[in-house]
């Protein structure tokens, strides 16, 4: 999926967003993962710092780190 299409689906609807589109977004913005211990892991970037992050139990991001993500693209006019 083509990146701005990816994170125009985030950015509509940031409750329900899988958590490997939730990393491959992030990802494609250039975000690097820095592994954590067990399931956490730490996305950091050279602009916001990091990210820390962990899928729920249904494969789902959490809500809070999405916004986080999202808060970070709209700062830098990457989203509408």
């Not at 689906?9 to 940031?14: D, E, L, S, Y």
């Not at 913005?29 to 956490?40: E, Y």
């Not at 820390?52 to 789902?60: D, E, R, Y």
């Amino acid at each position: 999926m083509k990146k701005v299409k990816l994170i125009q689906r985030i950015a509509n609807n940031p409750r329900d967003v899988r958590f490997s589109d939730f990393t491959k977004a992030m990802a494609q913005c250039g975000w690097t993962l820095r592994p954590g211990k067990g399931s956490h892991q730490i996305w950091t970037h050279e602009d916001r710092g990091f990210i820390p992050a962990q899928s729920l139990p249904n494969g789902k991001a959490k809500q809070y780190q999405v916004e986080a993500f999202l808060k970070w693209l709209d700062e830098r006019g990457l989203i509408q």
